[in-house]
């Protein structure tokens, strides 16, 4: 049996973790980046180094995106030299970005356009279960068969695969998770601040909550405070991890949805609006996990 070549583009805090896991499986990996950085890291992770998406796609039967937002994943497809014309007839295009419905929808009507097949795989599990392997994705594929395709690459890179539906319903579920996310991380940060106050110790408040009925992936993997989780960003200046900026265009999304549908979701809608304040500045580049350094700075003084 010949060896499936993947292309992998983008070799950011997730993709880079990803491709290396393909690569471990197995699977040969040609891998861009546009930052030289990003290619030269992957590329001691045993991913051949390529100087252009197109040139990454030319020789894959798989092509797997990890991208910013959907702007940037339609101009990765269609654009000048782009993957959909490089890559070879029939190559299946797994997405793993989180762009929203209509960017997902546009993105497998060009896929399809060019005779390719997508199945979108949006994940979470951040950059902890990108390198361990432990990602959930959430797939949108209209036929099982495509998904069937795309397992082999997927369980390279995770643990667990949901089929959501047909295209678009990987994203829908993506951005409902992410909006969950957001409460919970704005919730323990401001439960930490509060406890703080109150004269309790971090360890105190996470030993009891992380085991109780609190405990929520914010705060026993992602836990906002340096201390009770060593490997949390917070120990490391909140270096990420994800992005605020990130977790900002995800609540966009939702906003949208939210707006969209009708629902009466008033704890996302106060979240998109923390997180959109929080990337205005640094947190842009920091993890979202920073939002509680808003919350101490924007806490009131207390009385002597
Ligand atoms: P990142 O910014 O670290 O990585 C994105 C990479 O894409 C960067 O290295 C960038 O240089 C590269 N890139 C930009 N334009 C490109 C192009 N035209 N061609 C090739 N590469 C290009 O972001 P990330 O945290 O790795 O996230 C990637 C995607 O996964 C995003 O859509 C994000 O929302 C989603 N996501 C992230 C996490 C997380 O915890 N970081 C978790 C789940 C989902």
């Known amino acids: 049996m010949t060896q499936t070549t993947v292309a992998f583009i983008g070799l950011g805090n997730m993709g880079a973790h990803m491709a290396a896991n393909c690569a471990k499986a197995g699977f040969t990996v040609r891998g861009f980046d546009p930052v030289s950085e990003a290619r030269t890291r992957a590329e001691e992770y045993g991913i051949i180094n390529c100087a252009s998406a197109a040139e990454a796609a030319s020789q894959a039967q798989?092509?797997?995106?990890?991208?910013?937002?959907?702007?940037?994943?339609?101009?990765?497809?269609?654009?000048?030299?782009?993957?959909?014309?490089?890559?070879?007839?029939?190559?299946?295009?797994?997405?793993?970005s989180t762009v929203g419905v209509a960017d997902c929808l546009a993105a497998r009507e060009a896929v399809m356009g060019a005779g390719h097949t997508l199945v979108e795989s949006p994940m979470s599990g951040g950059t902890v279960g990108a390198e361990k392997g432990t990602l959930t994705f959430m797939v949108g594929a209209?036929?099982?068969?495509?998904?069937?395709?795309?397992?082999?690459?997927?369980?390279?890179?995770?643990?667990?695969?949901?089929?959501?539906?047909?295209?678009?319903?990987?994203?829908?579920?993506?951005?409902?998770?992410?909006?969950?996310?957001?409460?919970?991380?704005?919730?323990?940060?401001?439960?930490?601040?509060?406890?703080?106050?109150?004269?309790?110790?971090?360890?105190?408040?996470?030993?009891?909550?992380?085991?109780?009925?609190?405990?929520?992936?914010?705060?026993?993997?992602?836990?906002?405070?340096?201390?009770?989780?060593?490997?949390?960003?917070?120990?490391?200046?909140?270096?990420?991890?994800?992005?605020?900026?990130?977790?900002?265009?995800?609540?966009?999304?939702?906003?949208?949805?939210?707006?969209?549908?009708?629902?009466?979701a008033q704890l996302g809608r106060l979240a998109v609006e923390f997180y959109r304040q929080f990337s205005e500045g640094e947190g842009a580049r920091k993890d979202f996990s920073g939002i509680i350094n808003s919350i101490r700075e924007q806490s009131t003084d207390q009385e002597a």
């Open 62 to 96: 798989v092509v797997v995106t990890s991208l910013p937002n959907g702007k940037i994943l339609l101009g990765a497809l269609t654009g000048e030299d782009g993957l959909l014309a490089a890559a070879p007839a029939g190559t299946l295009f797994i997405d793993t």
């Open 142 to 264: 209209d036929d099982e068969a495509d998904l069937e395709r795309a397992r082999p690459v997927l369980e390279a890179m995770g643990a667990k695969i949901v089929h959501c539906g047909g295209a678009g319903a990987g994203q829908a579920v993506k951005l409902c998770n992410n909006m969950v996310l957001a409460i919970n991380m704005i919730g323990i940060s401001e439960a930490f601040v509060l406890a703080e106050r109150l004269g309790v110790s971090h360890q105190a408040f996470f030993d009891v909550a992380s085991t109780s009925t609190a405990q929520s992936w914010a705060l026993n993997t992602n836990c906002p405070v340096p201390g009770p989780v060593p490997t949390s960003p917070a120990n490391r200046n909140y270096e990420p991890g994800f992005m605020g900026a990130l977790m900002a265009k995800d609540l966009g999304l939702a906003l949208g949805a939210i707006d969209l549908s009708g629902t009466d």
